[in-house]
């Protein structure tokens, strides 16, 4: 199903003399701030994130999964989906593939299917963290670092079909997360099983078109329990360097362990010119994959200030990054769920733009403690949801996207088209 504009609009027409009111406020108030509020909305109408093809059913845990009802069971369907949410947000316009969760039949008529909803291929994802019916050798014990050249090879190999797929979609990258580790001390050999991953990566990233780039997702445990042979953003940060300059560091938020100061990470990745891209989400105690921004928003709007701060002091040359929501829906419609998400990630965005820099510099500079912590809490607790409503209404998308997606009865209609009882493929 597809969603008109006109059904937008006449949504929009309920609740624009309220949103009115409430922009015009913040306007006025950002503007005596000095602040360049039509220069804030360009950029969030601007920033585009993807959604991973594997988060729009409902996932589950290792107890059980509970469905939702009118969950897309194809890769058509997902795509349509996504356009779901892009005609409401304007702010989705682009889909991470898993591959073999979802291979095109046909990638032409695929990506003419995505073109209709304005979605573009962002990175292809692979998938060595488990075995695929009849597969030869098991990635039980590893797949780029296994100490079996032959379970190598086939990892090797499957990542070089998945940047063909990746090719003939028009993606432009391949984001790597591996499961090698292992659960108990004295089962690996760390050095080596480092050294094998490091030329199997090399492989990889030797057989991507010139124009590609790698991006290298790390994690500190699980789903093995002692270690992990890409453990940290310095582990990454080596691998890239090794592999070479279109070779990059993919932060995923839940992919740390309990109080690690993501920003500075970012700081630094930054720095090197080495960040590649970001995957969101939130958690409590590790990677629980929940909602973006529903439990630490102040750490988000963190990360968001020195990734602008990175954007607009860029000396090492870092890349444009590519951004993608990682989550994983149990109790929500993952369609809401993915709409918070954003709204977070704007928001965050948003009030680090009208973080001032400079002012800040001055702080530090002084030394002056309380002033540069207040600086940030005020662009902080300034509420900027009326300026991120009126850069998706400018867009095309809807000033309340959830609201709108009840108004309009999309999940009573994906149920009646698609049924109750599917289950997306990958979970
Ligand atoms: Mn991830």
Same mark, same amino acid.
């Given at each position: 199903?597809?969603?008109?504009?006109?059904?937008?609009?006449?949504? !929009?027409?309920?609740?624009?003399?309220?949103?009115?009111?409430?922009?015009?406020?913040l306007?006025?108030?950002l503007?005596?701030?000095?602040?360049?509020?039509?220069?804030v909305?360009?950029?969030i109408?601007?920033?585009?994130?993807?959604?991973?093809?594997?988060?729009?059913?409902?996932?589950?845990?290792?107890?059980?999964?509970?469905?939702?009802?009118?969950?897309?069971?194809?890769?058509?369907?997902?795509?349509?989906?996504?356009?779901?949410?892009?005609? *409401?947000?304007?702010?989705?316009?682009?889909?991470?593939?898993?591959?073999?969760?979802?291979?095109?039949?046909?990638?032409?008529?695929?990506?003419?299917?995505?073109?209709?909803?304005?979605?573009?291929?962002?990175?292809?994802?692979?998938?060595?963290?488990?075995?695929?019916?009849?597969?030869?050798?098991?990635?039980?014990?590893?797949?780029?670092?296994?100490?079996?050249?032959?379970?190598?090879?086939?990892?090797?190999?499957?990542?070089?079909?998945?940047?063909?797929?990746? /090719?003939?979609?028009?993606?432009?990258?391949?984001?790597?997360?591996?499961?090698?580790?292992?659960?108990?001390?004295?089962?690996?050999?760390?050095?080596?099983?480092?050294?094998?991953?490091?030329?199997?990566?090399?492989?990889?990233? !030797?057989?991507?078109?010139?124009?590609?780039?790698?991006?290298?997702?790390?994690?500190? @445990?699980?789903?093995?329990?002692?270690?992990?042979?890409?453990?940290?953003?310095?582990?990454?940060?080596?691998?890239?360097?090794?592999?070479?300059?279109?070779?990059?560091?993919? /932060?995923? *938020?839940?992919?740390?362990?309990?109080?690690?100061?993501?920003?500075?990470?970012?700081?630094?990745?930054?720095?090197?010119?080495?960040?590649?891209?970001?995957?969101?989400?939130?958690?409590?105690?590790?990677?629980?994959?929940?909602?973006?921004?529903?439990?630490?928003? @102040?750490? *988000?709007?963190?990360?968001?200030?020195?990734?602008?701060?990175?954007?607009?002091?860029?000396?090492?040359?870092?890349?444009? *990054?590519?951004?993608?929501?990682?989550?994983?829906?149990?109790?929500?419609?993952?369609?809401?769920?993915?709409?918070?998400?954003?709204?977070?990630?704007q928001l965050a965005y948003a009030q680090?733009l009208i973080? !001032?820099?400079?002012?800040?510099?001055?702080?530090?500079?002084? !030394?002056?403690?309380?002033?540069?912590?207040?600086?940030?809490?005020?662009a902080y607790?300034t509420d900027l949801r009326p300026l991120v409503q009126e850069a998706?209404?400018?867009?095309?998308?809807?000033?309340?996207?959830?609201?709108?997606?009840?108004?309009?009865?999309?999940?009573?209609?994906?149920?009646?088209?698609?049924?109750?009882?599917?289950?997306?493929?990958?979970?």
């Amino acid at each position: 199903m597809k969603i008109a504009p006109a059904q937008v609009n006449s949504f !929009n027409e309920t609740c624009i003399a309220s949103h009115r009111e409430k922009f015009q406020f913040l306007g006025d108030q950002l503007a005596k701030r000095g602040i360049d509020v039509e220069h804030v909305i360009q950029q969030i109408k601007d920033f585009q994130v993807a959604i991973p093809s594997w988060a729009l059913g409902m996932g589950g845990t290792r107890f059980g999964r509970f469905s939702m009802g009118g969950e897309p069971s194809t890769l058509e369907e997902k795509i349509g989906d996504v356009g779901i949410i892009h005609a *409401l947000t304007q702010s989705a316009g682009a889909i991470s593939l898993h591959i073999p969760w979802d291979i095109p039949e046909n990638p032409q008529a695929i990506k003419d299917l995505a073109a209709s909803h304005n979605i573009v291929f962002d990175a292809v994802n692979s998938n060595t963290f488990q075995d695929q019916p009849g597969q030869s050798n098991s990635y039980k014990h590893g797949s780029l670092c296994h100490t079996n050249e032959a379970v190598r090879s086939l990892a090797v190999q499957h990542n070089k079909e998945v940047i063909d797929i990746g /090719v003939a979609l028009g993606s432009k990258s391949l984001t790597v997360w591996l499961a090698d580790g292992s659960s108990f001390p004295g089962q690996l050999n760390f050095r080596k099983a480092l050294s094998r991953t490091l030329d199997s990566l090399k492989e990889i990233y !030797n057989y991507m078109p010139a124009d590609w780039k790698l991006y290298i997702e790390y994690k500190p @445990y699980e789903p093995n329990f002692y270690s992990t042979v890409i453990q940290d953003w310095g582990t990454s940060h080596l691998l890239a360097n090794e592999c070479g300059e279109n070779a990059y560091c993919l /932060v995923d *938020l839940g992919h740390h362990l309990p109080n690690t100061n993501i920003e500075q990470i970012v700081s630094t990745l930054m720095w090197r010119g080495k960040l590649g891209g970001f995957h969101f989400n939130d958690s409590k105690y590790g990677d629980d994959d929940l909602t973006v921004g529903s439990i630490k928003p @102040y750490q *988000l709007f963190l990360i968001f200030n020195e990734l602008v701060y990175g954007i607009n002091n860029n000396d090492a040359n870092n890349p444009p *990054l590519a951004w993608m929501i990682d989550a994983s829906h149990n109790v929500k419609d993952p369609l809401e769920d993915l709409m918070q998400s954003l709204e977070a990630i704007q928001l965050a965005y948003a009030q680090a733009l009208i973080v !001032n820099h400079a002012d800040l510099e001055k702080h530090r500079a002084a !030394n002056d403690v309380t002033q540069a912590q207040s600086l940030l809490q005020d662009a902080y607790r300034t509420d900027l949801r009326p300026l991120v409503q009126e850069a998706s209404k400018r867009s095309g998308g809807a000033i309340d996207p959830i609201a709108c997606y009840r108004k309009l009865q999309i999940r009573e209609s994906l149920i009646e088209t698609r049924g109750l009882e599917t289950t997306a493929s990958g979970l």
